[in-house]
């Protein structure tokens, strides 16, 4: 199977002149925005929420239906939030979204602004994200000389200004209600839901959050409208979708595929095949927070509801390859270190587990292991699972459950050998 | 002797200028990259002042600045280089390109900063250029497909007091600089 479809998102990626104001203009950049400026607010809601845009950071809550809870009659000003904190392990593709086609971002930000009444919006990006930001502040910088920012944007009355606000190495500030504390100036630790933001965000008034890859799908939902969008994708996942594929792959990168395209064609056909023709053994569909899946699920489609149906999720379409060489104790001891690092310390549950799931993992995976740490590792990933503050913990429990689950035997051996099967051998394939 | 005082004092008032009036507080992130670029780390003093500005305690801004990893509380080298050891970039060979790092830049088991005062060397998580891996920022400017050999030229470089061509993005010449840009501000010297 090969894929040929229209190109949408990375339509544009061949010529740098987009980065710019005027070359993003005369490939019709800011068209959107001038229709949207001739729409009513509702209008732009149903639109989106008829094209069945689905949010790009992970939980793929349908975005024109998230706008539509934005009350605007509370007198209070309403907010736009840009989440380009980008963290989750695996995934950067909001991260080339904007090196490659900065203006867009700030398009479909101030549709979804006009959309919900906001004039100030804000963009969150993570600290490390050094380069991003400067590309994204030339853009601010061009887009207020250009008059799409700014007091009385393209002609109109209508006032808009962006924020861009560093955030400084912390994955927590991924999650809605912990970006809302780092922004507001606090420790970026979640929020109790609800209030939702989109009643009580950023300085208690509705804010609308929403992934860089999301508000970049927009202009092309104004332009070209809903049907358009429908006519790639599946029924229930529309449109198209940036995936980041990397580890032990010939061809690492970020393709854009429409949903529901299956892994082995992103695998095989687009990124060249596992390493040097090795079997594939392991591999996440949307990040380390996303259950492990195995050669066997490569036939899975990528769209939100199969990847749900082979026990995974989609996540943020980071799809991380591992080899038969890899080891999945050593992945999974690397993955909760992860967690242990990031956990922001206000549930036990999470705190304490991920610590602890750490070191139990460590000593399996370097041979020191007992048969009574599987349960161990069960057991944590059993009591972390949906019973923590935050999404952080389940993607934790996540990487605990699914390597037992599908890695059993290979857990077993590690005890069983007293050493991890896979150093040995790595060492055999070096000499 | 102040953190911020005289231009640097007139750059936080630029800052807590970008957020909405009566939501000051906002600007505490920035102001702490700012005093990180004056000593290279942020100071007690500079949490002090940083909460004299904005009328908190320096309580609530230690709160703050003990959360975020990009915060350093202890002097630093003048370079900070940080290997993302993450799964992707493990699975292409990180492990191998930290030690190298840590080996070459000399810090030395347990220390955080060489002894010439030039690198701290840091294990990071994913810094999201997986597609790229083994991914290295140095100053936070990328450096793509960092081989082993590749960390040690990269060290020598530094040493010579060259600053190496970054994947993309501008060159940044130390993690002072680098904090400067993160406060949104421009370096002196460096190309707009
Ligand atoms: C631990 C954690 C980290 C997250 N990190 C991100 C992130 O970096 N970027 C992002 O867009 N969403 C992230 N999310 C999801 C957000 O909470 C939120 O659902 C999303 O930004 C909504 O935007 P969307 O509807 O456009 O996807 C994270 C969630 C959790 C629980
Ligand atoms: S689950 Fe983890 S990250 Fe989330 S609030 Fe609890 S401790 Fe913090
Ligand atoms: S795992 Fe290293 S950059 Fe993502």
Redesign the pocket.
């Known amino acids: 199977m090969t894929v040929s479809f229209e190109r949408r998102l990375t339509r544009d990626w061949d010529d740098p002149k987009v980065i710019g104001i005027d070359g993003y203009c005369a490939k019709g950049g800011y068209e959107a925005l001038r229709n949207a400026l001739n729409m009513e607010p509702s209008e732009i809601v149903e639109t989106v929420k008829t094209a069945g845009l689905r949010?790009?950071?992970?939980?793929?809550?349908p975005?024109g239906t998230?706008w539509s809870f934005v009350p605007t009659d509370t007198g209070k000003p309403t907010y736009v939030v840009v989440?380009f904190?980008?963290?989750?392990p695996g995934t950067c593709n909001?991260r080339e979204l904007v090196d490659r086609d900065p203006h867009r971002l700030l398009e479909g930000t101030a549709i979804a602004a006009l959309a919900i009444g906001c004039r100030t919006a804000f963009v969150y990006v993570r600290g490390e994200y050094l380069a991003q930001s400067l590309v994204l502040e030339r853009a601010i910088r061009e887009a207020y000389d250009g008059g799409y920012l700014g007091r009385g944007i393209a002609g109109t009355d209508v006032d808009l200004d962006v924020v861009l606000h560093r955030g400084a190495g912390a994955?927590?500030c991924?999650?809605?209600t912990a970006l809302l504390s780092s922004l507001e100036g606090f420790r970026g630790q979640p929020r109790l839901r609800p209030p939702f933001p989109a009643v009580e965000g950023l300085y208690a008034s509705p804010t609308v959050?929403?992934?860089?890859e999301?508000?970049m799908s927009v202009p092309d939902i104004i332009l070209r409208g809903p049907e358009w969008f429908r006519q790639l994708g599946t029924e229930k996942s529309p449109g198209t979708k940036l995936f980041t594929i990397s580890g032990k792959v010939e061809r690492p990168g970020n393709y854009e595929l429409p949903l529901g395209t299956p892994l082995r064609v992103l695998l095989e056909d687009v990124a060249g095949g596992v390493l040097g023709g090795r079997p594939l053994k392991a591999w996440t569909p949307g990040g380390s927070?996303t259950p492990l899946l195995t050669g066997d699920h490569i036939d899975t489609a990528l769209d939100y509801e199969s990847v749900a149906a082979a026990g995974s999720l989609l996540g943020t379409g980071a799809v991380m390859v591992l080899d038969d060489t890899d080891c999945v104790v050593d992945a999974a001891q690397r993955m909760t270190r992860f967690y242990a690092h990031e956990s922001c310390g206000k549930c036990t549950p999470c705190r304490e587990g991920t610590w602890w799931a750490e070191r139990v993992l460590g000593r399996v995976a370097d041979g020191y292991g007992v048969e009574d740490d599987l349960p161990v590792i069960e057991d944590l990933g059993r009591n972390i699972m949906f019973r923590a503050f935050?999404?952080?913990a389940d993607?934790a429990a996540a990487v605990l459950q699914s390597s037992l689950k599908h890695f059993r035997d290979e857990f077993e051996e590690h005890v069983r050998l007293g050493r991890c099967p896979f150093r040995a051998a790595h060492e055999e394939v070096a000499v | 002797m102040p953190v911020l005082e005289g231009a640097r004092l007139d750059e936080a008032k630029e800052i807590v200028g970008r957020y909405p009036e009566g939501r000051e507080r906002s600007a505490i992130m920035p102001l702490l990259y700012l005093v990180q670029s004056v000593d290279g780390f942020v100071s007690r003093d500079g949490l002090t002042e940083v909460a004299g500005i904005l009328g908190l305690t320096t309580a609530e801004v230690e709160a703050v600045a003990t959360f975020y990893t990009m915060y350093r509380l202890r002097p630093t080298g003048t370079h900070v280089v940080n290997v993302c050891t993450n799964l992707a970039c493990t699975l292409r060979g990180a492990r191998e390109v930290y030690d190298a790092a840590r080996e070459a830049a000399e810090v030395r088991h347990g220390q955080e900063v060489s002894d010439d005062g030039l690198f701290t060397v840091h294990e990071e998580e994913c810094l999201g250029v997986c597609d790229v891996a083994p991914a290295v920022q140095i100053n936070f400017a990328n450096h793509d497909r960092v081989s082993p050999e590749r960390m040690r030229e990269l060290v020598a470089a530094l040493r010579a007091q060259e600053v190496p061509d970054p994947a993309r993005g501008p060159a940044v010449g130390s993690f002072r600089d680098a904090s400067r840009v993160l406060a949104g501000l421009e370096v002196e010297g460096a190309p707009a």
């Open positions: 949010g790009r950071g992970g939980a793929g809550f975005t998230k989440n904190d980008e963290s989750e909001n994955y927590i991924g999650e809605e959050i929403n992934n860089v999301t508000l927070s935050c999404a952080l993607g």
